[in-house]
C-alpha cells in the first residue's frame, strides 16, 4: 500500500516533470531561430525601420513620406533596441534580446508573487511556467523584436512595488514605472487605472506621490516630444488610434478562443481565487500586526489585500481585451491576461490546496495535481511551427541577394527593413500605409492617399527594380499589369514550409520590369481618391 506521504510525493513529481515540459521548448525555440537574421512576423519589419531611423538620426515622428512613417506606439521600446544594437552591433539580435530576457524576468517576479503569497515553491514554480505555457497561444511573440515582452517585464515590476509598498518611496518609484511604461506602450496606462483609482481612495496620504509622478512624467515628455517634432508625435499617439474600429467578433473571441478554451481549468482556479470569500486584508492568514512610523501603512491595512489582485486583474485583462478587440489586434495583445492567468492560477490553486479537505486528503491532493498536469498537457505545442523550414532560410537568404544587386529600389513593403540593411532606399512599411489609408476600419487620411498614388506612379514608371508581395496589397493590381510581369516559380510545390512563415509569399510574387511599358495607359488608371 502507497503511504501517505507517497502519494503527495508522486503528484508533485508528476506536475513538475510536466511542468518542465512549457521551460523546455521555449528554450529549444529561441536557441534556435533568435539569432536568424530575417524577422519571423512582419510587425517586426516595421519595428526594424524605426530602429534604424533612430539610428540614421532622422526624425522618428514626422510628415509620412515613401521612405518613412512610424508606427502609433510610443518609442521607449525602440531607443533602447537602438541603443543595446550600437553595444552588441546586431540591431535585429539585439531588439530580440530584449524581449527575451523580458519574458524571463516576467517569468521569475511571477514565481516571486506567488512564492510569497502561498509559500509553496511548488506552486510558485508551476505558475511561472503557465505563463511560458501560453507562448503558443500569443503566437510565439515572446521573443520577438516588438514592445510586448518589455510591456508586459514592466507591468510585472510595477505591480510588485505597489503591492508591497508602505512607504513614500515605493509610491514614487511605482509612479517612475508607470511613466515608463507609458512611454513602451500607452495601454499601460489602462492596466493600473482601476488599482490607483483605489490608491486614491485608500491611501490618499501616499498615493497622490504616484499621482504627481505620473502627471509631470507623462504630460512633460508628451507636450517636450510633441513640440520637438511638430506636432507629428500627438498624430501618431492619439489621432491615428482613434481610426482603429472595433470587433465584435474579435471581442467575444478574446474570452472564448483566446483564454477560456485553451485555458479553461487554469481560469476556474482563478475565478476560485477571485470568487472566495476572503478577508479583504489578508490572501493566506498573513499577520496584521501595525507597522509604526508616519510614513508607512499599517499591515492590515497593506496593499497585499484580495481587492488589489482584483483591480490589478480587472485593468490587466481590460488592457487585453481593448487592444485585442481593436481592428488588427494580434494575439500578442493577450499576453497581460496571460501572465494574469498564471499569477491568479498560483494564488486560487494555493488557496485549494490549503482547504481542509485538500490538506487532509492525500487522493484529493493527487487529483488536483493531476488536473494541473492534464491543462499543461493540453498547452503543448508544436515547436517546429515556430521555427523556419531549411528552404524558408535558404530563399531568404536568397532574397537578400537579389534585393542587393538590384540596380533600382526594391519595393517589399512587407519587409521593407530591408531596404535599411541591404543599403536601398528607405521603404515605408505596409503596416504604416493601412494606418493612413483607414485599413482597420478608420477614416481614410488625405496622406495616406498621396503615399499610396505616389506608389502607383512610380510603379507605373517603372521605379523598382523588383516588386515582392508577400501578401496581396489592395491598390497596385491595376499598375503591375502595365508595367510589370510576374516571375514563374519552378518547383514550388518542393518547398517545405513553416507555419511561422506562412504569411512571406514574396518568393511567389515577385515582379520584375516588362519590356515593354504602357506608361500613359498606366497612369490614367490611377485615382486622385482610394479604390
Not at 534604424?52 to 502609433?72: C, H, K, N, W
Request: hydrophobic share 50%.
Amino acid at each position: 500500500m502507497i503511504k501517505k506521504l507517497d502519494i503527495r510525493k508522486y503528484s508533485n513529481i508528476l506536475v513538475f516533470s510536466i511542468s518542465l515540459i512549457p521551460m523546455i521548448l521555449f528554450l529549444f525555440v529561441i536557441w534556435n531561430r533568435m539569432d536568424l537574421p530575417f524577422v519571423f512576423e512582419w510587425g517586426e519589419s516595421a519595428g526594424l525601420n524605426q530602429i534604424y531611423r533612430i539610428l540614421s538620426g532622422g526624425a522618428l515622428y514626422d510628415l509620412p513620406t515613401l521612405e518613412f512613417s512610424p508606427l502609433v506606439y510610443t518609442p521607449l521600446y525602440y531607443y533602447l533596441a537602438a541603443g543595446a544594437s550600437k553595444v552588441i552591433g546586431n540591431t535585429l539580435f539585439s531588439a530580440r534580446l530584449i524581449s527575451v530576457i523580458s519574458s524571463i524576468a516576467s517569468v521569475y517576479l511571477i514565481m516571486w508573487i506567488i512564492q510569497r503569497e502561498t509559500k509553496n515553491s511548488l506552486l510558485a514554480w508551476i505558475s511561472g511556467m503557465v505563463y511560458l505555457a501560453c507562448f503558443a497561444l500569443a503566437d510565439g511573440f515572446y521573443d520577438l523584436a516588438r514592445v510586448d515582452s518589455l510591456y508586459i517585464l514592466i507591468v510585472m515590476i510595477a505591480f510588485s512595488v505597489i503591492r508591497e509598498a508602505k512607504i513614500k518611496t515605493e509610491y514614487f518609484l511605482f509612479g517612475v514605472l508607470v511613466v515608463i511604461g507609458f512611454f513602451i506602450k500607452q495601454s499601460f496606462i489602462i492596466v493600473f487605472l482601476p488599482l490607483q483609482m483605489y490608491l486614491i481612495y485608500r491611501h490618499w496620504k501616499l498615493s497622490w506621490i504616484t499621482i504627481a509622478v505620473e502627471m509631470i512624467g507623462i504630460s512633460v515628455p508628451l507636450f517636450l516630444i510633441n513640440s520637438n517634432f511638430d506636432g507629428w508625435f500627438f498624430y501618431y499617439l492619439f489621432e491615428l488610434p482613434r481610426e482603429h474600429g472595433y470587433s465584435f467578433i474579435s471581442a467575444v473571441n478574446f474570452w472564448i478562443g483566446d483564454t477560456i478554451r485553451p485555458l479553461g481549468i487554469l481560469f476556474a482556479f482563478g475565478l476560485i481565487f477571485l470568487l472566495s470569500r476572503l478577508d479583504s486584508d489578508q490572501i493566506f492568514n498573513k499577520s496584521k500586526a501595525a507597522v509604526g512610523g508616519k510614513s508607512k501603512i499599517s499591515t492590515e491595512d497593506s496593499l497585499n489585500g484580495w481587492w488589489v489582485y482584483v483591480l490589478f486583474f480587472s485593468g490587466a485583462a481590460g488592457a487585453a481585451w481593448i487592444t485585442r478587440s481593436s481592428n488588427g489586434g494580434g494575439a500578442n495583445n493577450c499576453m497581460p491576461i496571460y501572465a494574469v492567468v498564471a499569477i491568479s492560477f498560483g494564488l486560487g490553486a494555493g488557496y485549494v490546496l490549503k482547504t481542509k479537505r485538500v490538506a487532509e486528503t492525500p487522493w484529493f491532493y493527487s487529483f488536483i495535481m493531476l488536473v494541473i498536469s492534464i491543462q499543461f498537457i493540453g498547452l503543448i505545442y508544436n515547436p517546429f511551427n515556430f521555427l523556419p523550414t531549411k528552404d524558408e532560410i535558404r530563399l531568404n537568404v536568397e532574397m537578400n541577394s537579389r534585393i542587393k544587386d538590384a540596380d533600382l529600389p526594391v519595393l517589399i513593403p512587407y519587409r521593407s527593413h530591408l531596404s535599411w540593411e541591404l543599403d536601398q532606399i528607405p521603404q515605408i512599411h505596409i503596416v504604416n500605409i493601412f494606418e493612413l489609408t483607414g485599413y482597420f476600419k478608420g477614416e481614410v487620411q488625405p496622406t495616406g492617399v498621396r503615399l499610396v498614388n505616389q506608389i502607383r506612379m512610380n510603379i507605373c514608371r517603372q521605379a523598382y527594380g523588383l516588386i515582392v508581395l508577400d501578401q496581396s496589397v489592395p491598390w497596385f493590381d491595376e499598375q503591375l499589369e502595365f508595367s510589370y510581369i510576374q516571375e514563374s516559380v519552378l518547383n514550388e510545390d518542393l518547398i517545405q514550409r513553416s507555419d511561422l512563415l506562412d504569411w512571406q509569399k514574396g518568393n511567389e510574387r515577385i515582379y520584375r520590369l516588362k519590356s515593354e511599358n504602357s506608361l500613359d495607359l498606366c497612369l490614367e488608371s490611377i485615382f486622385t481618391e482610394m479604390d
